[in-house]
């Protein structure tokens, strides 16, 4: 489970506008829950399962990069 787009490099923090967030959030975010939420009924019928979320090293605070702000919050959440 990945979701990866919306990457706005070069993008200063201060000029991301609402809906840069938004995309960025709906992609990033909200995608990879979207799937697990769809696919966990299959789990729960089978008895058994896993989702694993795989992020980029900009799913952590300390390595996100600066020049790509909604990119970076959205994969920290």
Known sequence: NNAGGHYD????PSEVDDADALDA???NLLGPWRLARAVIPAMRAAGWGRIVNVSSRSGSFA???ADAPAYGVSKAA
């Open 9 to 12: 490099s070069g993008t200063a």
């Open 25 to 27: 959030l709906d992609i």
């Open 63 to 65: 390595s996100t990069r």
